[in-house]
């Protein structure tokens, strides 16, 4: 499948920047991959149907008149039986983030009727948490506790400035999952605390942040998969 391809660095600056404006307020037609993880409350499930065609389209928030208007198709696609992560409809369009297995994800608008949408488990196995967990170069470690229904926590997050400027985030601690929802530092009082929500849906991690995980711009906010 063909998908956007921009260096690590520019993507993270756009990750970055489009999740600060998403949380000001956007468009409703807007659907970016910073903005993403903070999109919605609920995500859900997107099967490319075998009856779309060869090839289903993305459509970008570009003009007003997107992605509603022909002139708004990119040239990344999908294909069928390819999943997708999907944060909302709007007017017969569904926000979907694309992961494939090489390359950058892409985000976009794709017309709902060419999807299968089902709604994620509300109380997943908590054997589904488990694993690695991998985006760009962003990584969360999953394990069981030896209390139990208690899950351990860990994970780094990087962004990369110019040169050598490399600024990390971390993640250490403990909690137990409410339905698909796992929240790390909820109970740390700190008004800069490092504060995630992770929401596991399906087979992907929707994971979103305070911005208080690490230096500068660092972020854990995306959409991660399991490493097999």
């Not at 990584?139 to 962004?159: C, D, R, V, Y």
Request: glycine content about 10%.
């Amino acid at each position: 499948m063909i998908g956007r391809f921009v260096t690590l660095p520019a993507l993270v600056l756009l990750l970055v920047s489009s999740a600060v404006a998403q949380r000001e307020g956007n468009p409703e037609n807007w659907c970016r991959g910073g903005a993403f993880p903070m999109d919605s409350g609920e995500f859900s499930i997107g099967l490319v149907k075998q009856t779309a065609g060869q090839k289903v389209y993305f459509y970008n928030d570009l003009k007003d008149d997107c992605p509603f208007n022909e002139r708004c198709r990119d040239k990344s696609y999908v294909v069928p039986d390819d999943k997708v992560v999907i944060s909302r409809t709007f007017k017969g369009f569904a926000c979907s983030w694309y992961l494939p297995g090489k390359g950058f994800p892409t985000t976009g608008w794709i017309k709902s009727s060419e999807l299968v949408i089902t709604h994620a488990g509300s109380n997943p196995k908590l054997s589904m948490w488990l694993g690695n967990w991998k985006y760009a170069d962003n990584s969360i470690s999953i394990t069981e506790n030896k209390l139990p229904g208690m899950l351990n926590i860990t994970g780094e997050a990087f962004w990369q400035g110019l040169g050598d400027n490399v600024h990390i985030g971390e993640l250490d601690d403990r909690a137990a999952p409410k339905g698909n929802i796992l929240k790390v530092g909820e109970n740390d009082r700190d008004e800069f605390a490092c504060k995630v929500t992770l929401l596991l849906i399906d087979a992907f991690l929707v994971v979103r942040d305070n911005m208080n995980c690490g230096g500068a711009n660092v972020t854990f906010s995306g959409v991660y998969k399991k490493e097999k």
